[in-house]
């Protein structure tokens, strides 16, 4: 019995306890097991320990709205300039203004010399000569003599020629004086006759001196259209540097409050990422920026004619980031700008040099035909006085009439100038419509670029008022748990965006109305610019 108890102790047969009692034992018996059962849960279940309440989890850190953003009062980095004093630097300073100055001293010279057409001549001469009079006397004859001759403005030639000459015989001892005046008139009456081919060289002259003054007003509102542009390039340059660290800061304190978040024990590690990815962005453009500024102010320290070295690369370029109302009627600034735009007007005045070269060409093809008259006294006497007192007398004096005619065979030399000067006022022409074409395409198109940028404007800033508020609601999203950092993140690049474009826009219509104005002729009066004619 109990070597059979023994040896099956890993598996004892199961009993029906119902069936060992006895009957009238069975309730009692149901009782105490229902008893049992109930203490047995009941000491187990005390004897498990009480659950520990999860703790409640901190809440999350306070979240401010994002900061202003006062971008337009962030200073720029470099050498301060104001646009004023930009314009002042370039005028004084371009080199290609001072040599267009050059040119209108030369031009002026050259109109100086044509004048020269107009001076009086005068002429004085000594002849000494000498020879033998019937193989014995030896006769020696001295002629003093003088011109005074005066080119006419209708072409032709005004002299007075006066004379006294001495003839010396040794061998007789006879000495006679004799005394000549006389007055010339020459006239062509066919080719080179009147003033406007006399003079034409004079005419040329003042037409070049014209296109040399016109060429420096176009040349100087050039100048100072490319520092206007230049310039406002360089204050965008400045103003998107500032935004963009602007974002940068709103990027870094949204890092602060997430590593707070996530030492709370509220935030997960994943959401730090995706600030950290921005914030390398954002500091990648910052260098942009900064590359774009020394870039932009080199170009204007080159306009300037200012210097480059260590210490002289960046200029702190800013102006007020704001417009002006500005009506524009096209149809009136394109009627301004073809009566006073200065690259018209120049090639104007040089249409106007090559006509009186084509004239004069053109009349260059004409014969010659030239009228002289010559008249004057003679007096002559055995002494100075005798020969000067007969002189005045008009006893004995000469007088003639000359007609000359000539014609080159064939005029291929004059045939070939009038071509080209021809040519060459046609080139002018050509030109000239090429121009007008132009200054009417860039006019509308800024014209254009005027009125988009007053729309842009107000557009942009509706979009940066929207944005600051989109960024505010989604902070209170995320401090609900309903939003994320990337979230965030992304309504700071929409508010970062929307600031760019409403300064861009801005330095658009500055740039357009520099563009107009360069355009119209009015620039350099707008800002007071004088130049010396």
Same mark, same amino acid.
């Given at each position: 019995?109990?070597?059979?108890?023994?040896? /099956?102790?890993?598996?004892p047969?199961?009993?029906?306890?119902?069936?060992?009692?006895?009957?009238?034992?069975?309730p009692?018996?149901?009782?105490?097991?229902l008893?049992?059962?109930l203490?047995?849960?009941?000491g187990?279940?005390?004897?498990?320990?009480?659950?520990?309440?999860?703790?409640?989890?901190?809440?999350?850190?306070p979240?401010?709205?994002?900061?202003?953003?006062?971008?337009?009062?962030?200073?720029?980095?470099?050498q301060?300039?104001s646009l004023?004093?930009?314009?002042q630097?370039?005028v004084?300073q371009?080199?290609?203004?001072?040599?267009?100055s050059?040119?209108?001293?030369? %031009?002026r010279?050259?109109v100086?010399?044509?004048?020269?057409?107009d001076?009086?001549?005068?002429?004085?001469g000594?002849?000494?000569?000498?020879?033998?009079?019937?193989?014995s006397?030896?006769?020696?004859?001295?002629?003093?003599?003088?011109?005074?001759?005066?080119?006419?403005?209708?072409g032709?030639?005004?002299?007075?020629?006066?004379?006294?000459?001495?003839?010396?015989?040794?061998?007789t001892?006879?000495?006679?004086?004799?005394?000549?005046?006389s007055?010339?008139?020459n006239?062509?009456?066919w +080719?080179?006759r009147?003033?406007?081919?006399?003079?034409?060289?004079q005419?040329?002259?003042?037409?070049?001196?014209n296109?040399? %003054?016109?060429?420096?007003?176009?040349?100087?509102?050039?100048?100072v259209?490319?520092?206007?542009?230049?310039?406002?390039?360089?204050v965008?340059?400045?103003?998107?540097?500032a935004?963009?660290?602007?974002s940068l800061a709103?990027?870094?304190?949204?890092?602060?409050i997430t590593?707070?978040t996530?030492?709370?024990g509220?935030?997960?590690?994943?959401?730090?990422?995706?600030?950290?990815?921005?914030?390398?962005?954002?500091?990648?453009?910052?260098i942009?920026?900064e590359?774009?500024?020394?870039?932009?102010?080199?170009?204007?320290?080159?306009?300037?004619?200012?210097?480059i070295g260590?210490?002289?690369?960046?200029?702190?370029?800013?102006?007020p980031?704001?417009?002006?109302? +500005?009506?524009?009627?096209?149809?009136?600034?394109?009627a301004?700008?073809?009566?006073? /735009?200065?690259? $018209?007007?120049t090639?104007?005045?040089q249409e106007?040099?090559?006509?009186?070269?084509?004239?004069?060409?053109?009349?260059?093809?004409l014969?010659?035909?030239?009228l002289?008259l010559s008249?004057?006294?003679?007096?002559?006497?055995? /002494?100075p006085?005798?020969?000067?007192a007969?002189l005045?007398?008009?006893?004995?004096?000469?007088?003639?009439?000359?007609?000359?005619y000539?014609?080159?065979l064939?005029?291929?030399?004059a045939?070939?100038?009038?071509?080209?000067?021809?040519?060459?006022?046609?080139?002018?022409r050509?030109?000239?419509?090429?121009?007008?074409?132009?200054?009417a395409?860039?006019?509308?198109?800024?014209?254009?670029? $005027?009125?988009?940028?007053?729309?842009?404007?107000a557009l942009?800033?509706r %979009?940066?008022t929207?944005?600051?508020?989109?960024i505010?609601?989604?902070l209170?999203?995320?401090?609900l748990?309903?939003a994320? /950092?990337?979230?965030?993140?992304q309504r700071?690049d929409?508010?970062?965006?929307?600031?760019l474009?409403?300064? +861009?826009?801005?330095v658009d219509?500055?740039?357009?109305?520099a563009?107009?104005?360069?355009?119209?002729?009015?620039l350099?009066?707008?800002?007071?610019?004088?130049?010396?004619?």
């Amino acid at each position: 019995m109990s070597r059979a108890l023994v040896g /099956n102790e890993a598996r004892p047969p199961s009993i029906d306890t119902a069936e060992l009692m006895p009957p009238r034992s069975r309730p009692m018996s149901r009782f105490l097991s229902l008893f049992l059962v109930l203490s047995l849960l009941t000491g187990a279940a005390a004897a498990q320990p009480a659950p520990t309440p999860t703790p409640a989890p901190p809440p999350p850190a306070p979240i401010a709205p994002p900061p202003s953003l006062p971008a337009d009062e962030t200073a720029p980095i470099g050498q301060p300039i104001s646009l004023p004093e930009a314009l002042q630097l370039a005028v004084r300073q371009s080199p290609d203004l001072a040599l267009a100055s050059i040119d209108v001293e030369i %031009a002026r010279a050259q109109v100086l010399a044509s004048t020269g057409v107009d001076d009086w001549l005068l002429a004085a001469g000594l002849t000494l000569g000498g020879g033998r009079l019937n193989g014995s006397d030896l006769a020696v004859t001295t002629v003093l003599s003088g011109d005074l001759t005066r080119s006419l403005a209708s072409g032709g030639t005004l002299a007075f020629h006066a004379e006294a000459e001495v003839d010396d015989i040794f061998h007789t001892d006879n000495t006679f004086f004799t005394d000549k005046a006389s007055v010339s008139f020459n006239q062509p009456l066919w +080719r080179g006759r009147g003033r406007r081919f006399a003079r034409a060289d004079q005419a040329q002259a003042r037409a070049a001196a014209n296109v040399a %003054a016109l060429a420096v007003e176009a040349r100087a509102t050039t100048v100072v259209r490319d520092v206007i542009l230049a310039y406002w390039d360089l204050v965008f340059a400045h103003r998107d540097l500032a935004i963009r660290k602007s974002s940068l800061a709103l990027a870094l304190e949204r890092r602060r409050i997430t590593q707070a978040t996530i030492k709370a024990g509220s935030g997960a590690d994943a959401e730090l990422l995706a600030v950290e990815q921005i914030i390398a962005t954002r500091e990648e453009e910052i260098i942009a920026s900064e590359l774009a500024i020394a870039d932009d102010s080199l170009a204007l320290r080159q306009l300037l004619a200012i210097e480059i070295g260590p210490g002289a690369i960046e200029i702190a370029a800013d102006a007020p980031l704001a417009v002006e109302p +500005r009506s524009v009627d096209v149809d009136a600034l394109l009627a301004r700008a073809f009566a006073a /735009n200065p690259e $018209l007007t120049t090639l104007a005045a040089q249409e106007t040099g090559a006509t009186i070269e084509v004239e004069v060409t053109e009349n260059g093809l004409l014969p010659q035909l030239d009228l002289s008259l010559s008249v004057g006294p003679t007096g002559a006497g055995d /002494n100075p006085g005798d020969a000067a007192a007969n002189l005045v007398k008009f006893d004995t004096f000469a007088a003639g009439a000359t007609l000359e005619y000539s014609q080159a065979l064939g005029k291929h030399g004059a045939t070939g100038a009038h071509r080209a000067a021809r040519a060459r006022r046609e080139r002018i022409r050509i030109d000239l419509n090429g121009v007008r074409l132009q200054i009417a395409s860039a006019l509308v198109r800024s014209v254009k670029v $005027l009125e988009s940028a007053d729309k842009r404007i107000a557009l942009a800033e509706r %979009a940066a008022t929207l944005a600051e508020k989109n960024i505010a609601a989604e902070l209170a999203r995320l401090n609900l748990g309903k939003a994320t /950092n990337f979230d965030v993140l992304q309504r700071q690049d929409e508010l970062k965006q929307a600031q760019l474009r409403r300064v +861009r826009a801005i330095v658009d219509w500055h740039k357009a109305a520099a563009t107009i104005s360069s355009l119209t002729g009015d620039l350099l009066g707008e800002w007071g610019v004088k130049l010396d004619r």
